[in-house]
């Protein structure tokens, strides 16, 4: 089945340490990947999406096709950086089709002093 | 930036009634809109892809009757929930592409059924 999965719903890190937020997904084909953010109390954000190879907010993911995962990486967590994060596919199903995001489940990134 | 708006924020409706969410892009076409659910602690689900000009697409086990989708223009798209039961309660959430890859969000309408 096509899915995409986020083991952790939870993930608690001390301000400064690494974070790693565990992405796997199991879509054919190459699928574009995003990640995106919800700060307490607003909107969905994107935050970064894998075609871009770019740094947001110190954030990086990396695409590896081998182990179908897209894991999003920061080196030293801040405060700031406490919200949920969401995996998501852009899944193309057919020509003419609107391309579509699915999420993942979802974890909590809670950063404490 | 893109914005995407939604109206109500929050509605409380009764039983057996219809409530109409609305969720527009304020600076910018959308002939697609998407439309998603989130129940308390959880993810979004994808519920249908609004189509402006077309009818819209639902996804597996969404009831097309009982959420009813309009597109009504490039900026525009209706969601109306009839006759909601409490079990529809929910957070609904729309979102309109600016390009192939970038999604706005709204901010989403708090749906209370008593």
């Known amino acids: 089945a096509q899915r995409v999965t986020q083991p952790e719903k939870l993930l608690s890190v001390f301000k400064g340490a690494p974070v790693e937020l565990k992405c796997n997904y199991s879509?054919?084909?190459?699928?574009?990947l995003f990640w995106y953010v919800q700060y307490s109390r607003q909107r969905l954000q994107l935050l970064l999406r894998?075609?871009s190879r770019e740094s947001i907010k110190g954030f990086t993911a990396d695409l590896n096709k081998g182990e179908t995962s897209f894991h999003l990486k920061k080196p030293f967590a801040q405060e700031e950086d406490s919200a949920m994060y969401y995996c998501a596919p852009l899944i193309s199903p057919n020509t003419g089709t609107a391309s579509k995001l699915t999420f993942g489940t979802g974890t909590r990134l809670q950063v404490t002093l | 930036g893109a914005v995407v708006s939604q109206h109500p924020s929050w509605v409380i409706c009764k039983s057996g009634t219809s409530v109409k969410i609305e969720c527009r892009s304020l600076?910018?076409?959308?002939?697609?809109m998407f439309w998603y659910r989130q129940f308390p602690k959880q993810s979004l689900m994808l519920m249908a892809t609004?189509?402006?000009?077309?009818?819209?697409?639902?996804e597996q086990g969404v009831e097309k009757d009982k959420f009813l989708i309009n597109h009504a223009s490039l900026t525009l798209s209706t969601l109306t929930v009839t006759s909601a039961h409490p079990e529809d309660s929910s957070f609904y959430i729309c979102?309109?592409?600016?390009?192939?890859?970038?999604?706005?969000f709204g901010p989403g309408t708090r749906l209370t059924v008593t």
């Open positions: 979102s309109a592409p600016l390009d192939s890859y970038e999604q706005y």
């Open positions: 609004s189509n402006e000009g077309s009818k819209a697409t639902y």
């Open positions: 600076d910018f076409q959308a002939t697609t």
């Open positions: 894998h075609i």
């Open positions: 879509y054919s084909g190459s699928p574009e």
